[in-house]
Nanobody, 126 residues
Framework: QVQLVESGGGLVQAGGSLRLSCAAS????????MGWFRQAPGKEREFVAGIRWSGASTYYSDSVKGRFTISRDDAKNTVYLQMSGLKPEDTAVYYC???????????????????WGQGTQVTVSS
């Protein structure tokens, strides 16, 4: 059974920074692409950032490009989301997810992910 546990969320003022972490267990972490999604109140869950299984490439939604950075440490079975220049519209529950199939490139569609964390709340005040 794969488990993903996010941490690092909280309350921050606009313009501030946070780093989210997602610790994985239960399978060979390094073989799978990972992603971050978010869901704001009253909205559908949306893709935020993804990283290839090898870590060699990353991809971001237009809304966070240039402000967020996704990375992974396979030795620690952990994926990170460094968020800077936070805006009130970034307020959401953030979820990490692990791809369904190994050795794949970055996935942006939720159905391509088989395992999800419980989510961590990020609130940005204006």
């Amino acid at each position: 059974q794969v488990q993903l546990v996010e941490s690092g969320g909280g309350l921050v003022q606009a313009g501030g920074s946070l780093r989210l972490s997602c610790a994985a267990s239960g399978r060979t972490f390094s073989r799978y692409a990972m992603g971050w999604f978010r869901q704001a109140p009253g909205k559908e869950r949306e893709f935020v950032a993804g990283i290839r299984w090898s870590g060699a490439s990353t991809y971001y939604s237009d809304s966070v490009k240039g402000r967020f950075t996704i990375s992974r440490d396979d030795a620690k079975n952990t994926v990170y989301l460094q968020m800077s220049g936070l805006k009130p519209e970034d307020t959401a529950v953030y979820y990490c997810a692990a791809a369904r199939v190994p050795w794949t490139d970055i996935r942006t569609t939720q159905s391509d992910y088989a395992y999800w964390g419980q989510g961590t709340q990020v609130t940005v005040s204006s």
